[in-house]
């Protein structure tokens, strides 16, 4: 089964938002183009969110060119005419012979030389991931990782500047690196918009908002709510994933969807902490950029809360048994939707959006009520008098569509450049 409705936000922000806050010792393992990199007796460690490293282990694994100089203690390396050069017990460094001030400074620790481990690997080209669910730290080379187009656009408007992005929530290593058009927006833009900022979701929240609208508390579960056909379908579901056929039982059918379409998410390797957005957001947050929710995960449980019971149990049936749903629904996979983010085709999206109109209350609740209130903000943006560039990063769906955010703005008068 590899069926993804892209109705369902909220798992995925449930999911990044516990796992952002698993704190840990080390991360459990380090991977290179998806080899796991051995250090041996001497691991690495966290500090203060950094992870540092046994230098010599990550600059053979690497291939990088290093000169030793034991009177100063320092460490200068290249490769393919990238350099960098760092001393131990200072946090100044140099990249590409710019200034770095480094977060944790390299250190001796029983006589073996640790080093930062994101500085050294983006210094000389490559991209460094994080999945704090897995606790795993991946670096993929240029040559690995053809990366990501995206969807991007540019609208100007009295000296202001805004750059929307069309993100997917879920993604792999092979989304990254980003593209440079994508790269220098984030870098000009005074501030990050986004759906929701994960970085600040309190996951106590989390779980007394599902508690309270995803959990039945009335004396029925389940099986009183939906058909006969498609609970036994759930439950032959759970027993090809090795799952006691009653484990939802207590969900309302849009909880239970969101666990089904993250199960399979993950099937196809796509990870909710891997997603353009949360990409984003860390990248904001270390870079103290302001970051602004258009919208509360609050808002994402109630919409799904609120969907009628028919239209629950067929979103249900999308992940279970897409041939049987009534009027016939898209066959979109979570595959599908990251290859044409990946190839940044305008067309296919325009397309995957129409084909969410399959039914009129999810396409009023998922696109047009959302992204009417979203484009208010955004045409607030463009009308001000403060002359400021904004990066906007929502799900790509959001965009193209009757109400979709460019097209509304395109209506009102707005000039939206593909960049």
Do not use: C
């Not at 798992?11 to 952002?20: D, H, M, R």
């Not at 484990?247 to 239970?256: A, G, H, M």
């Not at 149990?313 to 897409?322: F, G, V």
């Not at 009757?402 to 450049?417: C, M, N, P, Q, S």
Request: negative net charge; aromatic residues 8%.
């Amino acid at each position: 089964m590899k069926k993804i409705s892209t109705l369902l936000l909220s798992l995925f922000l449930v999911t990044a938002a516990f796992s952002s806050v698993q704190a840990a010792e080390k991360p459990s393992s380090i991977r290179l183009n998806g080899e796991q990199i051995q250090f041996g007796a001497s691991e690495p460690i966290l500090e203060n969110g950094v992870t540092l490293v046994p230098m010599r282990p990550i600059l053979e694994k690497l291939d990088i060119e290093v000169n030793w100089d034991e009177a100063t203690q320092t460490a200068r390396g290249a490769k393919e005419g990238l350099s960098f050069s760092l001393q131990i017990g200072s946090a100044n460094a140099m990249a590409n012979n710019q200034g770095v001030q480094l977060e944790v400074a390299p250190k001796l620790i029983r006589n073996v030389t640790y080093v930062p481990l994101r500085f050294i690997a983006e210094t000389v080209g490559y991209q460094v991931g994080w999945n704090p669910s897995l606790r795993q730290v991946t670096l993929t080379s240029k040559q690995q990782s053809e990366g990501g187009r995206g969807f991007l656009w540019k609208i100007e408007n009295k000296g202001n500047t805004v750059y929307l992005l069309g993100s997917i929530h879920v993604a792999d290593e092979s989304m990254y690196p980003l593209r440079p058009e994508i790269e220098n927006a984030f870098t000009a833009a005074d501030d990050l918009s986004v759906e929701v900022d994960l970085s600040t979701i309190d996951p106590v929240d989390i779980q007394k908002q599902i508690v309270e609208l995803g959990i039945y508390n009335d004396g029925t579960t389940l099986k009183d709510h939906i058909s006969v056909e498609t609970y036994t379908k759930l439950t032959a579901f759970l027993k090809t994933k090795g799952m006691p056929e009653h484990s939802f039982d207590k969900f309302k059918p849009w909880l239970v969807n969101t666990q089904l379409s993250n199960l399979n998410a993950a099937n196809d390797g796509l990870k909710p902490g891997m997603g353009i957005d949360e990409y984003l957001i860390e990248k904001a947050n270390k870079a103290g950029k302001p970051i602004i929710s258009l919208e509360s995960a609050d808002s994402n449980y109630k919409l799904n809360n609120g969907f009628s019971d028919a239209l629950q149990e067929r979103l249900l049936l999308l992940n279970l048994d897409p041939n049987s749903v009534v009027p016939p629904a898209p066959d979109v996979s979570a595959e599908y939707l990251a290859r044409i983010w990946k190839e940044g085709n305008y067309d296919a999206l325009a397309e995957s959006t129409q084909s969410s109109g399959w039914d009129a209350e999810y396409y009023k609740g998922l696109l047009t009520n959302r992204d009417l209130a979203m484009a208010e903000k955004i045409k607030a943006y463009l009308n001000s008098d403060k002359q400021q560039t904004h990066m906007v990063v929502v799900g790509f769906s959001h965009m193209l569509g009757d109400y979709g955010i460019v097209r509304t703005l395109e209506k009102e008068g707005f000039k939206a450049e593909k960049q």
